[in-house]
């Protein structure tokens, strides 16, 4: 059985592990694209879009809701890719938790 400071070791270290998986996710990018790469994004850690890309040959009368399903579609999967990358980060965070076996299944933070 483990004594009580061993306890307390254990949740200050899985706590510090915690706080560096959140810095790599605040600084992570990750990049979504859709028709072909005409329309690219990437976004941001906290997930703010920081760069758009539109192919001008979509900047034509009549391509406006292509347009948006296109920037819809490379947002979904800069945002599927940002989920995964964060759920990784998080995971390794965990680790190991020995006698804590583990984390439950984690919150979406976003």
Known sequence: MMDFAQMMKQ???VQQKLHEA???MTQSTVSGSSGGGLVT???KGTGEMSVLN???SLLT???GEVLADLIRAAYAEARRKLEA???QYLQEA???LGP???LPKMPKFF
């Open 61 to 63: 009368p009549g391509e």
């Open 41 to 43: 994004l990437d976004l």
């Open 22 to 24: 959140d810095e790599k």
């Open 94 to 96: 965990a680790g190991d």
């Open 100 to 102: 804590l076996g583990g």
């Open 54 to 56: 539109i192919d001008p």
């Open 85 to 87: 990358l964060n759920k």
């Open 11 to 13: 949740a200050q270290m």
